[in-house]
């Protein structure tokens, strides 16, 4: 249980990557931004010719200004998207479309009870009696100030949502919405429900972290001290991220009016105070307390360590140790990027890591008191210091107190490391064993030494497709439409028709290099299953098999011609045109029954109509097939055209949606016939019974000419 839970809480602390890592940018963007155009600025260095009010400068930094601030404003969403992405285990694209759809459920089911008890009138106006800064406008929405807390509830529900549900089988009338399509809808549904919760739930979880950021923020400089001290505790294990987030990006960091807008976070906090630049004296060091310290250790401290690291190396390793590390301080420096030298030293000798824990949590000690208030996107390199530091001015940032303190620090960890390194021979980069490589660890060495890989588990059936397509390095590609796995391979005659129709395929169909499986409406869960499959599969050619001929087929024709008829079940035609029968389909999965029997007809109405009496099943997301289930419970697909699906809707017109109930007669598609001719390979529309027992067949009542409710076929129970 502890390690699953480690393992799970590790997946939330990467999964927070995604969304930071568009804060470098963002942050550029509105740090060069607003800069540029504080009037200050422009006056002081005598810019006002080309970045005066009305030049081509002044407009495009006012752009980057406003860009750069609009990732801030939307950050809730943009990690809902982002922890989505991040957790979930495969298919990930639907995940982030789940998210996004669930965040905005979410937030207009709290506006909507928001309205409904009153603190929301009726002009939007935001009632008196309401607390400021508890409700604000999310993406247009007046819902409760959740931050990004609101995101990654969003982004950790969806994504196990996503998990649990993107592979599910739903029963054969409602098997289209099953697999990923799946996830959007109950994600729709559950994020209703937890909008309604919320708007209960928070304002009692909103006062006790605001509780938990007035013990934080009244502790003073101890409070920093611990905070930096736990913060690269949690390194080696991932889960600072996880951490120092809610400090970062929620009242638990602090609260701030800044330009008449209640801001929380000390990130948040910074570049709301950077963006009205021109009238803030100097940036709040209270919120810069979380980050500010990490100047000191990264761009001089961890250098020192780096140093102290290669003078200790063994002569004859100190060339291959010293390029090494100097890469690595360099890297750290510039972007503040310490994991080659923090891993490294973790790695053979955690004494070490124990010392930079220490000096590490003292620098944002140190840098709070004395009131160092420099802000960072992601990490204190010489990059965000520069823009959020020195370009800021000394005036607003104290930034030059950071050298002075600096330069002491990289005398520290040099000493301190260089003696530690010596008196206990610890076996740092240079100072390995003969016969051990010189190198820098990285996360993945420490995280390979704690536990071993487990083997994944086996699939069957994908791996009988696999085998069946000729093996993984016989496939090329893998797709899928409404009902058939499409599978390009490199070479046709390797493909086993035997082996994937044992796989509950109903007909294989080739096309040259392309091999088209037909499973019906589960085909996405098939395909997901394989896709998951194939990541860890050999890649290598399967064996050549060969299958017995059997008459299996014929027996059970035969079988059937001595049983007796005791029921006949009429469907009638749901389109006026040409009747035929089914093998004269131009299109072989459906001429040779693989998706069902029945029959075709060419349309002459526009018109598709309700067969009998029944229930609409699903309709195509491209409208050009429908799902039909008989108040009797036969199964239909009206499949219009050959390959229509390919017109992405266009020439149908859907006038039923999905689970509606209709009438024999009722129109249920509207047909465009001359577009349809003129783009579609024909308009040839097979009838097909898609769940037929084995003691069912298909008789032909009419060919030729045909009207729609006249009987098409009839459905022969034998016994």
Known sequence: MKDKIFSVLQRVGRSFMLPIAILPVAGLLLGIGSSFTNATTIETYHLTSILGEGTILNALLMI????????????????????????????????????????????????????????????????????????????GIQSLQMGVFGGIIVGLGVAALHNKFY?????????????????????????????????????????????????VTGSGYVGTLIFGLIKRALIPFGLHHVFYMPFWQTAVGGTMEVAGQMVQGGQNIFFAQLADSANIAHFSADATRYFSGEFIFMIFGLPGAALAMYQCAKPEKKKAAGGLLLS?????????????????????????????????????????????????????????????????????????????VGIIYFFLYYFIFKFMIKKFN?????????????????????????????????????????????????????????????????????????????????????????????????????????????????????????????????????????????????????????????????????????????????????????????????????????GFVTDSGISLLIHVGIDTVKLNGEGFEALVESGQTVKKGDPMLKLDLEYLKANAPSITSPVLCTELEDNQRIHLLQEGQIKAGEPLFEIEVLQ
């Open 426 to 626: 610890f076996k740092t980069p240079g100072r390995e064993d003969d016969d051990t490589e010189t190198k820098l660890y990285t996360k993945a060495d420490v995280n390979a030494r704690r536990e071993a890989g487990a083997a994944a588990s086996e699939d069957a059936v994908s791996e009988a497709i696999t085998r069946g397509l000729g093996g993984k390095k016989n496939i090329s590609d893998v797709d899928c439409c409404a009902t058939r796995l499409r599978c390009t391979v490199k070479d046709a005659s390797r493909v086993n028709d035997g082996i994937l129709k044992a796989t509950g395929a109903s007909g294989v169909v080739h096309k040259g290099q392309g091999v088209q499986v037909i499973y019906g409406p589960n085909v996405t869960v098939i395909k997901s299953n394989l896709e998951d499959y194939l990541e860890t599969a050999p890649d290598t050619y399967a064996e050549a098999e060969t299958t017995e001929s059997v008459q299996e087929t014929a027996d059970k024709t035969q079988e059937a011609k001595e049983q007796k008829v005791v029921e006949r079940i009429v469907i009638s035609s749901p389109i006026t045109g040409l009747a035929a029968d089914l093998a004269t389909a131009p299109d072989e999965a459906f001429a040779q029954k693989m998706m069902g029997d029945g029959a075709v007809v060419t349309p002459e109405d526009p018109f598709v109509r309700a067969p009998e009496d029944g229930e609409v099943a699903f309709v195509f997301d491209t409208k050009h097939a429908i």
């Open 167 to 215: 592979r599910i089988q739903l029963p054969n009338a409602l098997s289209f919405f099953g697999g990923t399509r799946f996830v959007p809808i109950i994600s729709t549904i559950v994020y209703m429900f937890v909008g309604i919760l919320l708007y209960f739930v928070w304002p009692v979880v909103q006062n006790g972290i605001y509780a938990l950021g007035g013990l």
């Open 64 to 139: 980057m200004n406003k860009v750069g601030s609009a990732v801030f404003d939307n950050l809730p969403l943009i990690f809902a998207v982002g922890v989505a992405i991040g957790m979930a285990k495969k298919e990930k694209e639907v995940s982030a479309l789940s998210a996004v759809i669930a965040y905005f459920v979410m937030n207009t089911a709290i506006n909507a009870m928001l309205t409904i008890t009153g603190q929301i009138l009726d002009n939007g106006e935001i009632a008196e009696s309401v607390l400021e800064g508890t409700i604000t406008s999310v993406c």
């Open 328 to 404: 690595a301080a360099l890297a750290c420096m510039a972007t503040g990027i310490t994991e080659p030298l923090e891993f490294s030293f973790l790695f053979v000798a955690p004494a070490l890591f124990a010392v930079q824990v220490v000096l590490a949590g003292t620098a944002y000690m140190i840098a709070h008191m004395l009131n160092i208030a420099v802000g960072l996107t992601f990490s204190g390199g010489l990059l965000d210091f520069f823009l959020f530091g020195i370009l800021q001015g000394n005036a607003k940032t104290s930034w030059m107190r950071v050298i002075p």
